[in-house]
């Protein structure tokens, strides 16, 4: 159920308050209640503690209530503590622990949890495969890992909670401002550590997550409560834990409250080997919405609407859209693109997903998400992001930016069919005709082009460009599938296949069949479906 009737509705309430009994008798220690009769305690034997600043946010499926605390050493600042208690729809709790380390000093914050009625606990953890870190030639090498892993807590034979608990990431903040208003941002990478600690008795057990710093940095972790299981099956819990050693650079596991941190490629301004940032297109967790319907696990529905909040709060900074908030130095030399700016296809995959999720779990504010996405495009061309094909057709360009001095980018195969496949569903559900001229625009300005489309070699050009030249390597299959696509649902509308699209999507099949290319299955179920 919903915690408020409009989507993302965002209140928040500042409150200086007193601190609890204990951190006024000892100020380097404090406790915050959470669900579940249990407390997150806090202390530092070398760092006091200042008067707590409490916000409290709502959001669509959660509330979210930060402590923020003044680090004292000596009676100077050296830094800031946050914790923050994410509350989901079904009462488990993400607590999110970030320190700000204002001084080159060596700092170290305990963040425990004392569990009362438990005697024992087992613990999965997931570092069980080596796997041997390879460079990528746009990425570099990620060293980051996956969590920690999963803690299950008894008394004797009785189940009492799970707990996850992530890794701890120190990074340092990486900023750059332009003259024309522009600012980039992005995390570089100190370290990935596993520190832990647990200490168990006949009735309490004790489990310390520390943070750990190292001087001017970032410091933070997060973990899971859940008084029910959070995997019911063995056989669930091993495939994910195989499935995060294997695929590392893909999981989400450096997690904030207000969005996920992945490796970044070595194309980003400020420059770092070691960069990560908050991609829009990773946020939506995808992945783990696949994984509950497959499975039904709770911590796969706690990661998917932990998805949605994120989100949620990402959002809130860039007011309509999810603008990205670091510099693209491949777009930079080209069109002078620096950050904040607005990637289509990454917020047609978020508007999808927010719809996705409202419609699987009827959440009523979520369900016409994408509709917010389908009136952006349409504002796009009324602020002239576009650029002409003939008389009375032209294309979105693939990125936006609102800076002063920016030239036009270009259009990309795959993203003017994904904002027509946008658009198309939008017309779908809501009888408007305004996406579906947008949409028949776009596909006429395609089919204008014609097969100028196809290279030399039978396989498709990636980009046009202002100037109606074509560029760039089209991706393997990403197009392929989207053509493929784009004709089931011009039919759902009750129009024609698009002559032209056929043409593209047998060209670009013979050119895979030529490099000995094996299809995706649900591109070759799409193909049988369409014979």
């Keep these: 159920m919903s915690l408020k009737p409009y989507l993302f509705l965002f209140v928040c309430l500042i409150l200086t308050v007193g601190c609890e009994s204990s951190t006024l008798e000892k100020t380097n220690h404090f406790s915050l209640p ?7 305690e806090i202390s530092s034997e070398e760092i006091e503690f ?15 209530k930060s402590y923020h605390y003044e680090l004292l050493k000596k009676k100077d600042v050296v830094g800031q503590l946050t914790i923050t208690i994410r509350t989901l729809d079904n009462q488990d709790q993400m607590i999110f622990s970030r320190l700000d380390n204002f001084v080159d000093e060596h700092l170290i914050i305990s963040v425990s949890l004392p569990v009362g009625n438990v005697n024992r606990y087992e613990l999965v953890d997931f570092d069980q495969i080596f796997i041997e870190r390879e460079h990528d030639s746009t990425l570099g090498i990620d060293p980051t890992t996956y969590p920690i892993g999963l803690f299950d807590l008894y008394f004797y034979e009785d189940f009492r909670y799970s707990f996850f608990a992530s890794k701890n990431y120190i990074s340092k903040q990486l900023s750059l401002d332009y003259e024309n208003g522009g600012f980039s941002t992005l995390r570089d990478l100190v370290e990935e550590n596993k520190q832990f600690s647990t200490k168990v008795n006949d009735q309490q057990l004790l489990l310390e997550l520390p943070l750990h710093s190292y001087g001017s940095d970032i410091s933070e972790s997060w973990f ?6 959070l995997f019911e099956e063995k056989e669930h819990l091993n495939e994910w834990v195989e499935h995060s ?21 070595w194309s980003i301004e400020p420059f770092t080997k070691l960069g990560y940032g908050r991609n829009i297109g990773s ?33 809130k900074e860039n007011e309509d859209v999810w603008m990205t ?43 016409d998400s994408h509709l917010n996405y389908a009136n952006y495009l349409l504002e796009q061309v009324e602020v002239g992001n576009t650029f002409p094909i003939g008389q009375e057709t032209f294309f979105i360009a693939d990125y936006y930016s609102p800076h002063p001095g920016t030239m036009m980018t270009h259009a990309s195969l795959n993203h003017i069919l994904g ?12 009888s408007n005709n305004d996406y579906l001229e947008l949409a028949m625009i776009m596909r006429s300005g395609i089919e204008e082009l014609g097969e100028n489309w196809i290279r030399d070699n039978g396989d498709l050009w990636y980009q046009i460009n202002p100037d109606l030249t074509f560029t760039g390597n089209d991706y393997e299959q990403l197009t392929l599938y989207d053509l493929l696509l784009s004709q089931q649902k011009w039919e759902a509308v009750g129009l024609d296949r698009s002559k032209l699209f056929d043409t593209l999507i047998t060209s670009k099949m013979r050119y895979l069949y030529s490099q000995n290319k094996t299809l995706i299955p649900l591109i070759e179920e799409m193909l049988a479906d369409q014979e």
């Design 34 to 40: 959470l669900n579940h009769e249990m407390t997150v």
């Design 50 to 64: 200042g008067t707590a600043k409490v916000t409290e946010d709502f959001h669509t499926i959660s509330e979210d």
């Design 224 to 229: 899971m409560i859940s008084s029910e299981r």
């Design 245 to 265: 050693n294997r695929n590392y650079a893909h999981i989400n596991k450096w997690l904030t409250p207000d969005g996920n941190y992945k490796k970044l490629p």
């Design 283 to 315: 946020m939506q967790d995808k992945l783990a919405l696949d994984n509950y319907e497959a499975t039904s696990e709770r911590f796969f529905y706690n990661l998917t609407m932990n998805s949605v909040v994120m989100l949620e709060a990402y959002q």
């Design 325 to 367: 908030e670091y510099t693209s130095t491949w777009l930079k030399n080209s069109y002078e693109t620096i950050a904040p700016f607005v990637d289509t296809r990454h917020n047609e995959n978020v508007a999808l997903f927010l719809t996705r999720v409202g419609n699987r779990f009827n959440i009523d504010e979520l369900k």
């Design 419 to 430: 904002g027509i496949n946008f658009l198309l569903d939008s017309y779908f559900y809501t």
